[in-house]
RNA sequence: GCACAGGUGGCCGAGCGGUUAAUGGCAGCAGACUGUAAAUCUGCCACUCAUUCGAGUUACGGAGGUUCGAAUCCUCCCCUGUGCA
């Protein structure tokens, strides 16, 4: 076959844009001129923006923006409800599908690594997450210790126990109860279920490291100033000490709102946990495969115009 | 000026004669990650050389001293905090 042939037939399925990078990257806003520029609509993927009512504290793109440019996946849950990666999957490749049937292009912009995976590559197919035992689990481990779990699971998938850090408790207790739930081992549960039906073309923003963290901190600063700690208030008033309010910023709001930190240093805080949230995510993209990584931010006038054409470019 | 308390690796902070390049924590860097993921966990982290075992150099405010041996004891000096003047 020729190269003409294969990029026909390659071409033959809808694009979709993944952009990608650590939060503070400027992704809202190199999506928002892509979209823009290519027609396209927009998929985020962000496992805090999908919840209404916290918008201070996961910088999600203004109104405005999402009357330019239509925003899928966000505000699509109430902060009391438990919303999962398995969740989002089904929820984008609808829109995924959604978008591409419209004849516009999909843009998922994401800075949550496991959702960006469930969405591409899918979740194992076995059991999803079972409150009763997990409580359980969780309960037995404070009491002895993440070891005893380690050693269960040991037993039960020694497979996973060697993928899996003795001290790692969350992960021991999801394995565990995937075990005893799907009444066989995780590592053999292990088909996955990728996307298909579209040409992913990726890109990753990676701008410098101590711009970035700048930047963060601004950002954090002006979180702050907008009203973060009130936001905070009304939403623990409304729906109390939900897990999503436990997320980067939200937590250290709580702990002004409790007494057990002033302003000042709950912005330090959140500073910090925005750097090191920041460093995580790098980490995690690295491992993506095919990033067309730009080493600047999103919003710079050079690496706008080098992604537009990279997205004409595949179209 | 006097009296206490103190000055430890980027920061905080243990150690108070010898298993010590110096417990911890933070920051930093690197990594992992299968429905809690903005979560959780791991490794490295004075400098130089060595692929490994390792070797060497410089380090606990400064200068001397005591000692086989000092971050740890003594003397003087320089800073910082508190109290009294």
């Given at each position: 076959?020729?190269m003409?042939?294969e ?8 694009l ?7 939060t ?5 806003a190199?999506?928002?001129a892509l979209?823009?520029?290519?027609n ?5 993927c ?5 919840y209404r ?7 999600k ?5 999402r ?8 505000d699509?849950?109430?902060p ?9 999957s089904r ?19 994401g800075g949550?690594g496991?959702?960006?995976?469930a969405l591409t ?7 999803a997450?079972?409150e ?12 002895r210790?993440?070891?005893?779990l380690h ?16 001290n ?14 799907g ?10 279920d ?9 890109i ?6 101590a711009?970035l ?11 702050f100033?907008?009203?973060l700690?009130?936001?905070t208030r009304?939403l ?7 897990k999503?309010l436990d ?6 709001a ?6 057990s ?22 980490t995690?993209?690295?491992r ?5 990584w ?7 006038p050079?690496?706008?115009r ?6 004409h470019?595949?179209?």
């Open positions: 076959m020729s003409a042939d990029d026909s037939v390659a071409k033959a399925l809808p979709a844009v993944v952009l990608l990078g650590p503070g990257s400027g992704k809202t190199l999506s928002l979209a823009e520029h290519s396209g609509e927009i998929i985020s962000d496992s805090v923006a999908v009512g916290m918008n201070l504290g996961t910088a793109p203004s109104a405005e923006d009357t330019r440019v239509p925003h899928h996946l966000i699509v849950a109430d009391d409800e438990a919303f999962t990666a398995g969740e989002y929820r984008a490749r609808a829109a995924l599908g959604e978008i591409a049937a419209a004849g516009k292009l999909p843009i998922v912009t949550t496991l959702y960006l995976r590559e899918g979740l194992f197919v076995g059991p997450r079972h009763d035992l997990r409580v359980r689990l969780r309960k037995s481990a404070i009491r210790g993440s070891g005893w050693r269960i699971l040991g037993r039960l998938d020694p497979a996973s126990a060697a993928r899996i850090h003795a790692d408790t969350p992960k021991l207790v999801r394995a565990v109860e995937v075990c005893l739930a009444r066989k081992p995780m590592s053999e549960m292990l088909t996955r990728p996307l298909t039906g579209f040409r992913l073309l990726r990753g923003l990676n701008p410098p490291r711009e963290y700048d930047r963060l901190n601004e950002r954090c600063g002006e979180m100033a907008a009203g700690v009130d936001e009304g623990l008033a409304r729906y109390g000490p939900v999503s997320s980067l910023g939200y937590r250290q709580r702990s002004v709102l409790d007494g930190a002033t302003e000042q240093e709950a912005l330090a805080a959140t500073q910090q946990g925005h750097r090191n949230y920041a460093k995580r995510q790098l995690w993209f690295r993506e495969p095919d990033v067309h730009f080493e600047t931010f999103g919003d710079d050079e690496g706008v080098f992604a537009t054409e990279l997205v470019a595949n179209r």
